[in-house]
């Protein structure tokens, strides 16, 4: 089955700074690569996702990026402010007709100082 | 983004016990998920719920755990016999109209003493 390393495990970031956080599949069946964010006591939310047929995908202050061949896809996150302080998952799956099993990374807390 | 609710939001069990857990999708959905998240730990996938029946489960869905839609709207989780390890949130998800996205209910926290 799929496996989804995550790193780093904690994070902390001066507001304003730029967070990254990478992750690596080992299943080259996944083609679909969300992040959620979880805050404390709260449901994981999608944030972004990136399909396979892209390398890159970006939303404001949010990107993602994809290498297949390395199956490597990482999170960046610009100008970062206090409310971006919470836990991100990565995840990835192979949607098929409607279906999929979501795999998650280990998660990354991510502390933004004021 | 599709609406699903919980219930209930918290279930405070002693062990041996049975729970039933609830999730309700507003929309009308295909598959149906169940994933479990132990406090600290990443999101783990449970079952997935087709057409009235289990399409794929996971090893730690073991014969305490069962899965129906009774009604048709509801879809539910039950342990029959809590462990103290089976203290987690518990999480409903179904997908998005695009067939990738996958959303997620706000959780029930299963706490066994």
């Known amino acids: 089955g799929e496996n989804v390393e995550q790193h780093p495990s904690t994070l902390s970031v001066q507001e304003g700074d730029s967070a990254v956080i990478k992750c690596t599949y080992s299943?080259?069946?996944?083609?679909?690569f969300p992040w959620y964010k979880q805050e404390l006591g709260k449901r994981p939310q999608l944030i972004i996702d990136?399909?396979?047929?892209?390398g890159e995908k970006k939303d404001q202050r949010i990107a993602v990026t994809l290498n297949k061949t390395a199956k490597h896809f990482s999170l960046h996150i610009t100008e970062t402010q206090p409310e971006d302080s919470a836990v991100y998952f990565c995840?990835?799956?192979?949607?098929?007709?409607?279906?999929?099993?979501?795999?998650f990374g280990t998660g990354t807390k991510l502390q933004v100082i004021p | 983004e599709p609406e699903v609710t919980q219930t209930p939001s918290h279930q405070v069990t002693q062990m041996g016990q049975e729970v039933i857990l609830r999730c309700v999708p507003i929309?009308?959905?295909?598959?149906f998920y169940w994933y479990r998240q132990i406090l600290g730990q990443k999101v783990e996938f449970l079952v997935s719920?087709?057409?009235?029946?289990?399409?794929?489960k996971s090893e730690i869905f073991d014969d305490q755990f069962s899965v129906e839609r009774p009604d048709g709207s509801n879809f539910t989780l039950k342990i029959r016999s809590t462990k103290l390890e089976d203290s987690a949130m518990y999480f409903c998800?179904?997908?998005?109209?695009?067939?990738?996205?996958?959303?997620f209910g706000p959780g029930t926290r299963l706490t066994v003493t």
């Open positions: 719920f087709y057409n009235n029946e289990i399409s794929e």
């Open positions: 998800a179904v997908g998005g109209a695009s067939g990738y996205e996958q959303y």
């Open positions: 929309s009308n959905h295909l598959y």
């Open positions: 299943d080259s069946a996944s083609n679909y």
């Open positions: 990136i399909r396979s047929n892209v």
């Open positions: 995840a990835a799956s192979n949607p098929q007709g409607g279906y999929q099993k979501v795999t």
